[in-house]
């Protein structure tokens, strides 16, 4: 039986192939998990040797998750944070690139005192304490639930599997729980469903030390019975103890099935807890919402990576959520902002039923954003303007309608005559890229009777930031005397965090990163309403026909 007050641990591997899903696979469990009434977080491993993803290139990383406390994390600290609806923080990304930066910094202060140090127990020791300091954090966690980045098999993964060996040892065998996640191919040619690479990769973990005591299995087709015997006799499990894990259209219904394959109710029995049938009903409602919303409709994302999804994961999200909640399934127009220019904008964004322009960083794919702005400003379709997304709503309205055409930011002209983006000061003279831009969770007051504190429905927010640029000050009174509302600001008055335009259907723009907050079933207040001013738009359209 489970001791009483000492916390348990789940461990997420994945072998054979990369992409099968890990992190949806943890967070869904950690869903099913709090469903049992328990208290659960998660924590990502990533065996990369950067401290954090936010120095890397997005076309190689995928977006960069920021948490309340100012965190760059991985994406996949979205997903914990969108099935779990908890907010997570800097303790529950952990990279090689820190375990080596603290040992390091140990090292030289002498801390080792003469000592050899190694990867055992130096660096196992440091990702334990690292796993260890979530529950020194909150001593009433019930389960920590770790997924390892990377495949069983990945040279640089082997510590960390290490250190997660030693954990019955230091932990008590029942308290810990290894689960694996494969992929079970369908061999078209061959008529059949494979094992062997399942085997495989189960044989490779437990030449580490580790046998699995579940095994996820990622497959197009159902797992018969036969297939479950096999997989359980080669990998010294029991059939009930292969889960299958099918494709499904939407991620949100991966929890359903994984449940009704019995994975909660083999997860708390293998910890000695006790397990009760769930109520999954208003997740369920939820996702037959997302999947059978009947309005279609199209909304362009004019950004510079747009051939890599994963850039915008936490967008895409919010677009499903808000989607939901609208009865509306939207449809995103992928538009490479790097390819339009004024000439074309009205053909690539024709049809749209709104626009939004996401964050980013560089000159790269700037001048196609401030055309897309443009559009959506004059041909008045919904418009959401997101960080860089609002720096560019700022500039076009310098540009073309305060009378300052060659209104920039310094990030992308050091020289212009009028800086209406700028650096901001203490951003001035910093030499260390990796965790320096204004990060996290800061407030923002809300004009009375704007957009935005209609969309809120309150006065005073605490949205998320990465970014170093700001709207310049000195700026302002022309910008508003030009009609630009300044609709959010830093509660000192200092810092502008959101516009909006009175004269436009929904035109809104936020420094911050709305997509970060949003949750299913309870999508961010931006989205929702964006949503739902592209579905009038649409009607009208329609109407006018
Ligand atoms: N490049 C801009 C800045 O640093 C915008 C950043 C972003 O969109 N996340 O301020």
């Known amino acids: 039986m489970a001791q009483k007050g000492k916390t348990q641990f789940i461990f997420v591997m994945g072998g054979v192939v990369s992409s099968l899903g890990k992190g949806i696979a943890s967070a869904s469990l950690g869903l099913l998990?709090?469903?049992?009434?328990?208290?659960?977080?998660?924590?990502?491993?990533?065996?990369?040797?950067?401290?954090?993803?936010?120095?890397?290139?997005?076309?190689?990383?995928?977006?960069?998750y920021v948490t309340d406390d100012g965190a760059e994390t991985d994406l996949d600290l979205g997903h914990y944070e969108r099935y779990l609806d908890q907010a997570l923080g800097r303790d529950n990304n952990v990279t090689a690139g820190q375990i080596y930066d603290s040992i390091l910094t140990k090292e030289r202060r002498g801390d080792f005192l003469g000592r050899t140090v190694q990867v055992i127990p130096h660096v196992t020791g440091e990702i334990k304490n690292r796993i260890m300091r979530?529950?020194?954090?909150?001593?009433?966690?019930?389960?920590?639930?770790?997924?390892?980045?990377?495949t069983v098999g990945d040279i640089e993964g082997l510590p960390f599997l290490e250190a997660i060996r030693q954990f019955p040892f230091d932990q008590g065998r029942d308290n810990i729980l290894y689960i694996h996640l494969t992929l079970v191919p369908w061999i078209e040619a061959a008529g059949e469903i494979k094992t062997k690479p399942t085997q495989h990769s189960v044989n490779k973990l437990r030449e580490i030390g580790i046998q699995p005591s579940i095994l996820l299995c990622r497959?197009?087709?159902?797992?018969?019975?036969?297939?479950?015997?096999?997989?359980?006799?080669?990998?010294?499990?029991?059939p009930e103890e292969v889960i299958e894990a099918r494709d499904v259209e939407s991620i949100y219904e991966v929890p359903l099935r994984l449940h009704a394959q019995g994975l909660d109710r083999q997860v708390m029995e293998q910890l000695g807890r006790v397990y009760q049938e769930p109520d999954l009903s208003s997740w369920e409602e939820m996702v037959r919402g997302m999947l059978s919303a009947p309005e279609p409709l199209e909304i362009g994302v004019v950004g510079k990576y747009v051939n890599h999804h994963d850039s915008y994961k936490s967008i895409i999200e919010a677009f499903i959520h808000a989607g939901q909640v609208n009865g509306a399934r939207v449809k995103i127009r992928w538009v490479d902002s790097e390819a339009i220019t004024d000439a074309n904008v009205e053909e690539r964004l024709v049809g749209l039923d709104g626009i939004l322009v996401p964050g980013g960083f560089g000159v790269r794919g700037v001048e196609g954003k401030i055309s897309a702005v443009r559009h959506?400003?004059?041909?008045?379709?919904?418009?959401?303007?997101?960080?860089?997304?609002?720096?560019?709503?700022?500039?076009?309205?310098a540009r073309n309608k305060s009378g300052m055409p060659e209104a920039d930011s310094t990030e992308f002209n050091p020289q212009t005559p009028a800086p209406v983006i700028c650096l901001m000061e203490e951003q001035k003279g910093l030499s260390q890229m990796g965790g320096t831009m204004r990060l996290g969770s800061y407030p923002c007051e809300l004009a009375q009777g704007s957009l935005a504190s209609r969309c809120y429905g309150e006065d005073l927010i605490k949205e998320r930031h990465r970014h170093r640029y700001e709207v310049n000050n000195q700026y302002r009174e022309k910008l508003e005397a030009a009609g630009l509302k300044l609709s959010g600001l830093s509660p000192n008055g200092e810092l502008v965090e959101m516009v909006e335009l009175s004269d436009h259907p929904f035109f809104v723009a936020s420094q911050f990163h709305p997509e970060l907050k949003s949750r299913p079933g309870r999508p961010h207040p931006l989205f929702r309403e964006l949503v739902a001013a592209a579905r009038k738009h649409a009607r009208a359209k329609v109407e006018a026909k």
């Not at 049992?36 to 960069?64: A, I, R, S």
């Open 219 to 238: 497959t197009q087709r159902p797992l018969d019975d036969e297939v479950k015997d096999k997989i359980g006799l080669f990998c010294n499990v029991t």
């Open 376 to 397: 959506a400003r004059e041909n008045k379709i919904p418009f959401l303007g997101i960080c860089l997304g609002l720096q560019a709503a700022v500039i076009e309205y």
């Open 134 to 150: 979530l529950v020194e954090r909150d001593p009433e966690l019930d389960v920590v639930i770790t997924e390892v980045g990377g």
């Open 33 to 64: 998990l709090k469903k049992q009434g328990l208290n659960v977080t998660l924590l990502k491993l990533d065996p990369y040797l950067n401290v954090d993803p936010g120095t890397m290139n997005p076309f190689q990383h995928g977006e960069v």
